[in-house]
């Protein structure tokens, strides 16, 4: 196998320059987590591989079955996705304006998330041609235990977002690797003990992506997303997403299904009714 660079070494550089640009030039910023997120993608298909890609691959192509979409969990997708979407909105000029700091947050955010699952809990995401080393499954489950934790905040009405995108982010593997004791205490949170585990996976799955697509049309904070706007987003970030397949017949009816995380207003707009949704904030103090 040919050597490789060191692959957490160079992401962490690129964030950190990231980080840097913060505030100084947001364009360049969001550019940067992108740069970061594609070293990830090259990580994982060197590991499968065996090799370095031999010319660049578009994002839609290296995340597709051909290249490491099929060894990814849904929820980890949405999250290259994202951080590919706040590169494109840097890279473009915008007619509202230049990329502000909680934009550039939201992306770093969504890099720590995928950088935390590509190297702390690494152990569980590849099939390893080395035996996975038993104190990285031994931190993974402690943070399964935490993000527990988190997650009954969440389903009490007081909780932190970012909380809920690391539990979603774990969860999405705990429910099909089943790590020692994480069936007892994924119990507790479920609300409905009689869903099986592939329910469960493909809800916690899809109040991800919701989050995700709302977060990236601006529903966030004071500010409302027309619905329409985020069901573009959804598709953006997931093309294979169909609202039929969660229960519901129209997408106001699954943000309904979910009136603990979000917020929803209506407005008549030339005698037809708008429907604009965004992310509760956090009651924590």
């Known amino acids: 196998m040919a050597a490789h660079p060191d692959w957490y070494k160079l992401v962490q550089e690129l964030r950190k320059s990231a980080e840097n640009f913060l505030s100084v030039d947001n364009s ?109 499954s031994t931190k993974q489950n402690i943070i399964t235990i935490t993000n527990v934790g988190n997650m009954k905040k969440i389903f009490n009405k007081k909780y932190n977002v970012n909380d809920l995108f690391n539990y979603i982010s774990v969860i999405d593997k705990n429910l099909k690797t089943k790590p020692k004791g994480s069936k007892k205490l994924a119990s507790k949170v479920v609300s409905n003990p009689k869903n099986n585990q592939g329910v469960q996976n493909r809800d916690y799955g899809t109040i991800h992506l919701l989050m995700r697509a709302v977060e990236l049309s601006g529903g966030k904070g004071n500010n409302w997303a027309n619905l329409s706007e985020v069901g573009l987003k959804i598709k953006s970030l997931d093309p294979d997403f169909k609202v039929k397949n969660t229960g519901h017949s129209r997408l106001e009816l699954l943000f309904r299904k979910h009136k603990q995380i979000f917020d929803m207003k209506f407005k008549n707009i030339n005698d037809k009714k708008v429907v604009f949704v965004k992310i509760k904030e956090s009651t924590d103090s």
């Open 28 to 136: 360049a910023a969001l550019l940067k987590c992108r740069k970061s997120m594609e070293v990830i993608q090259i990580s994982l298909f060197f590991e499968m591989n065996g090799e370095m890609p031999s010319s660049f691959i578009p994002f839609e192509k290296m995340m597709s079955k051909k290249g490491i979409g099929d060894k990814i969990p849904k929820s980890v997708k949405i999250d290259f996705s994202t951080v590919n979407e706040w590169g494109n909105y840097g890279c473009h000029w915008q007619v509202d304006g230049e990329p502000h700091d909680k934009q550039v947050k939201n992306a770093l955010s969504t890099l720590d998330s995928l950088i935390s699952w590509r190297f702390e809990e690494e152990s569980t995401n590849l099939p390893s041609k080395t035996p996975a080393n038993s104190s990285k």
